[in-house]
């Protein structure tokens, strides 16, 4: 089987497909419109985000057989298309989970303990003690939307403090011994913090506005892990100044383009991020979450691995 890469990814992923028997072409530079071009001589593609697969590219790959997206989400293609066709999608969510997890424990400490703040104002010669006193985890309640990977890998972290997790998903029976399911408007009425890790899709996109924000019972803080696209920002900002959110950690944004490898496409910020950006009580870090070094070489591990499981008998067979 031919495997055409459209990204860099770990050196790992080459040589585990390499020494299955495997084909692999690189072109890390190719636009869209030219891989269309070519993709019919593929069986199989690798991708991370660098361009839309849609109906015009998946009916030019008349002999493709999986597209495998190296990252967590699958958003970026027409799944729905691709399924019809018979094209195998694959994804490693498996791979980055505990990085995501880390991630937004690591935003929800710093936010509670002001350490970006109080880093700032100590490099400036600032020593304010009672302005940047924390608060503890210990007694709170988080509350995760999205209860699949990312939403158990955080919930796992939190169980090494003593606090009450509770999830909520639109599958039924996936809570454990981690996080209590409960219902929406049970989450909203009882949680202290709120961490996002849903995928972006329909039924997500712009979730988080200013009806959803106000259905909460008290003021919370806000950790976003998962798709920028799923919140209003200008909702956000608006519930930031008004206190309905306390602090926020996004490592996504509303504006980021689809590769995710740039913030917008304007020169021109739109006037609620700007706003954003000069608020004390938000901390931010550009799509970074998943992103590590171990998460790389674990990502390309899984994705090889699912490869070389569905498809290595058939390299045996040719």
């Known amino acids: ?98 990085a995501v997890g880390e991630h937004a424990l690591g935003m929800l400490l710093s936010l509670f303990n002001k350490l970006n703040k109080a880093d700032k ?43 009450e997790v509770l999830c909520y998903d639109i ?38 506005n200013q009806e959803f924000i106000n259905a909460f019972a008290k003021p919370i803080w806000f950790i976003n892990t998962a798709r920028g696209k799923s919140v209003v920002t200008a909702h956000l900002v608006a519930a930031l100044k008004s206190g309905k959110i306390l602090g926020a950690g996004l490592d996504v944004l509303e504006y980021e383009k689809l590769s995710f490898e740039t913030l917008f496409d304007s020169d021109n910020l739109p006037a609620s991020l700007n706003e954003l950006f000069a608020m004390d009580n938000v901390i931010l870090s550009p799509h970074i979450a998943g992103w590590t070094f171990e998460s790389k070489e674990k990502l390309a591990t899984v994705i090889a691995q699912k490869i070389i499981k569905t498809f290595k008998n058939n390299q045996n067979e040719k």
């Open 1 to 98: 089987m031919k495997i055409l890469h459209l990204d860099r990814n770990h050196p790992l992923l080459l040589d585990m497909l390499t020494n299955a028997g495997f084909n692999n072409e690189e072109n890390y530079k190719i636009s869209k419109a030219e891989t269309e071009k070519i993709i019919s001589k593929y069986d199989g593609i690798v991708i991370r985000s660098r361009f839309n697969i849609d109906k015009d590219f998946l009916n030019a790959a008349k002999n493709l057989k999986f597209i495998a997206r190296v990252g967590a989400g699958l958003e970026s293609i027409d799944i729905d298309y691709a399924e019809k066709l018979g094209i195998k999608l694959i994804a490693a969510p498996e791979g980055n989970r505990n």
């Open 121 to 163: 104002e100590v490099k400036n010669g600032l020593w304010n003690r009672e302005a940047n006193r924390g608060i503890e985890l210990d007694g709170k309640t988080v509350g995760i939307i999205g209860y699949g990977n990312m939403g158990k890998a955080f919930s796992k972290k939190l169980s090494g403090f003593d606090c």
């Open 171 to 208: 599958q039924e029976n996936v809570g454990d011994k981690n996080a209590k399911q409960v219902s929406l408007k049970e989450l909203q009425q009882r949680v202290d913090v709120l961490s996002l890790h849903t995928p972006w899709t329909p039924l997500t996109n712009k979730m988080v």
